[in-house]
């Protein structure tokens, strides 16, 4: 059997992943971004493939490169839309609509969340926003 056809390591794909978050938590986010790009380029369909894109997106919004992280939090939602971490993608979405100057589209975003995933930590935190 060919080794493009083996079946997915779950113990690989764990320590890439973890490797690649532990690169954030170092504050290294330069090669964090590679990280976690090189993971979902290896494993699109890992357990742990959600949270990478998720973090993707954190790790451009430190960077301040607000259009990767636009598209990396955006694909959260349009590659796994049943993930936990999509109301959170959403939250950060609208917060890169407010760092660009994007304040109507923000409160769109931040509405969204509210009205689509009540009861989530993004919806209490966008709730909060949207009351000051």
Same mark, same amino acid.
């Given at each position: 059997?060919?080794?493009?056809?083996?079946?997915?390591?779950?113990? +690989?794909? +764990?320590?890439?992943?973890?490797?690649?978050?532990?690169? !954030? +938590?170092?504050?290294?986010?330069?090669?964090?971004?590679?990280?976690?790009?090189?993971?979902? /380029?290896?494993?699109?369909? =890992?357990?742990?493939? @959600? /949270?990478?894109?998720?973090?993707?997106?954190? !790790?451009?919004?430190?960077?301040? =490169?607000?259009?990767?992280?636009?598209?990396?939090?955006?694909? !959260? *939602?349009?590659?796994?839309?049943?993930?936990?971490?999509?109301?959170?993608?959403?939250? +950060?979405?609208?917060?890169?609509?407010?760092?660009? @100057?994007?304040?109507?589209?923000?409160?769109?975003?931040?509405?969204?969340?509210?009205?689509?995933?009540?009861?989530?930590?993004?919806?209490?935190?966008?709730?909060?926003?949207? *009351?000051?």
């Amino acid at each position: 059997m060919a080794a493009a056809t083996a079946p997915a390591d779950p113990a +690989k794909e +764990k320590l890439y992943y973890e490797a690649a978050f532990d690169l !954030v +938590k170092a504050r290294d986010f330069d090669r964090a971004a590679q990280a976690f790009d090189g993971f979902l /380029n290896k494993y699109p369909n =890992s357990q742990y493939a @959600g /949270n990478a894109q998720y973090w993707l997106g954190e !790790v451009y919004l430190a960077k301040g =490169s607000l259009v990767e992280a636009r598209q990396a939090f955006a694909r !959260v *939602g349009q590659l796994y839309p049943s993930h936990p971490k999509v109301p959170d993608a959403l939250y +950060k979405l609208a917060e890169v609509e407010q760092r660009q @100057g994007n304040a109507d589209r923000a409160r769109t975003l931040l509405q969204q969340v509210v009205s689509q995933y009540p009861g989530t930590s993004a919806a209490q935190l966008a709730q909060r926003q949207l *009351g000051s």
